[in-house]
């Protein structure tokens, strides 16, 4: 039996292939049998390539076939039989012996004996003990033997009647063609419907076109199919042979390949008849396909999920019904999956908010997508290096929530993103205003942060190096702190985040800075001498004081009329006038660096009218 694969036309696309009965040999004579030559046996190659061949492919019992010797490949040179030494290993079934009545290379003759196989070999005549080829004979009954000829597709065909796929059998220039006979006799047909094919399979048809003389095979739906062909030899005696037609699913058209996120989806045009698809892929470099899934027949896409990094995924697919799979585009088609970036996190701090993710090898770079507030859009923001693996990002304001995300890109194919995105609030760092010192407490004052809710804030005292926190005071709109814990003479320096939840403000890492002066004890404001309008003022000093400065008003408001060192506690008004009242208060100032600190004041004073 023979077995030919022919592949299904695609979109229903017939295929024509063409193949005809030919008969090789005539009756010599009516009745006489003929050698048949269209069909040869031929042995294994043996020691030095030395072979033997025969003119036909068996013998009947009381036949006769004819063997020769050959060495390959063929040097010109016409090996005599009679160079040999012939021997059979079953006598019984086949003697071999040469014919003596050929003067010229005389064949072999194998005699068929009885039923069954006998090897006939071949040894040198001096070295009768080496055997350096062998053939097998077969002595049987006589039997149909069919030559097929190659067949060949015509693609261009046009549809016959909606088929699938259309064989036709015609010949194949310039080989031996097609016969039928058997062992040591051919028929001469005398009209092709002397032969009868018949099929096992219903989704094949045979038909006999009369004009042209050929046999058409249909294939509906791809499949196999068992053909057998049939000949009377006219005395009542019916000879077959068979042979298998696999007509092969049609070669998927791939239409698309697409990256996403975590997939790349491979789509197709739906290939009618099959049981369904087996979808190959190569990635990288790699050269051999690798058969990654087997689909439904009603698919006509598939989702890879299983790939990495940033990697160039190529894929094919071929149809399959039962186990008959058909081809597949060799060329495939295409898609650069590049992975989505893994985001680690978002931290805000005093000017920005940093974003960071893992690296994704091989890529070109990365783009930064933000929505602020309760936007519910991305806005691409940056365009980040391929060594990168954080962004700080400067363009923040107020108490607002930041989310990102991050896409990695490769030319022009861009990888999925995080939808969730990483998030972090951004609170401006309140604007510290001014600081002051009270009767006993010190004040600081800043600027309001819009949605927050509320504010922290910090000192570090003399020497300290570390800041900490004093008080939390709540609300928005609240601006001011006043401490009571404080020490006359030590320094201070004072700083205000802003919260929102947890999340914190920055904050002036260098503060504002004042030294703490008690409120200087007034003593007397006394005239200086009898008859003298001139009036002396006293007062304590303070710890840590550079300096003093003496106000004095009369019917309006304070002003600096004095300003006397560290080590003074008294002060003489000479400008004075008579009948007029005078009232005095003093106030510690301290100078470190370039900072100026004041104490505060007696607002009431003390007065005397000279």
Known sequence: MNTYEQPMGATKKVAYLLVTLLVALLFILVGMRAPIQAQALEGDYGVDNYYIWGDEDGVTPGGTLNLFVDQYPWDGVDYSTSDFIWTSSNTSVATVALDEEVWFNPPAVVTGRAYGTAVISIAKTNNPSQRIASITVNVSDPYVRINWPIWAIDPDTPPNNNKEATLIFKPDTGSDGMWIGYVGAVWNISDWQDLEISCNNKDFSCKFDSPTKTYEIIANKPGTAVFTLSVEDGQGKTYSDSFTLNVLPSIPTLTSATASASSVTVKWTKVAGVDGYYLYRKAGTTTVWAKIATVAASATSYADTKISGCTKYTYTLSAYRGSLEGSFDPVGISATFVATPTLTSATASASSITVKW?????????????????????????????????????????????????????????????????????????????????????????????????????????????????????????????????????????????????????????????????????????????????????????????????????????????????????????????????TYTVRAWNKTGTVTSLSAYNTTGVSFKP
Do not use: M
Not at 556 to 564: C, D, L, R, T
């Open 358 to 582: 893992q690296k994704v090898a091989g890529i070109d770079g990365y783009y930064l997508y933000r929505k602020a507030g309760t936007a519910t859009a991305w806005t691409k923001i940056a365009t980040v290096a391929a060594s990168a693996t954080s962004y700080a990002d400067t363009k923040v304001s107020g108490c607002t929530k930041y989310t990102y995300t991050l896409s990695a890109f490769k030319g022009a194919t861009e990888s999925g993103k995080n939808t969730t995105g990483v998030s972090a609030t951004f609170v401006a760092t309140p604007a510290l205003k001014s600081v002051a010192n009270g009767n006993g407490n010190t004040k600081l004052t800043w600027a309001k942060v819009a949605g927050v809710d509320g504010y922290k804030v910090y000192r570090k005292a003399g020497t300290a190096t570390s800041w900490s926190l004093l008080a939390t005071v709540k609300g928005a709109a609240t601006l001011s702190y006043t401490t009571k814990s404080v020490t006359s003479g030590t320094a201070y320096r004072y700083t205000v985040r802003a919260y929102k939840g947890t999340t914190l403000s920055g904050y002036n890492t260098s503060g504002l800075y004042i030294r703490y002066l008690a409120v200087p004890k007034l003593g007397s404001a006394i005239r200086l001498k009898k008859g003298s309008n001139s009036i002396k003022v006293t007062f304590s000093g303070v710890t840590n004081a550079s300096g003093y400065y003496i106000y004095r008003k009369t019917t309006g408001g304070w002003v600096k009329v004095a300003s006397v060192g560290s080590k003074v506690r008294s002060w003489t008004d000479t400008k004075t006038k008579k009948g007029t009242k005078y």
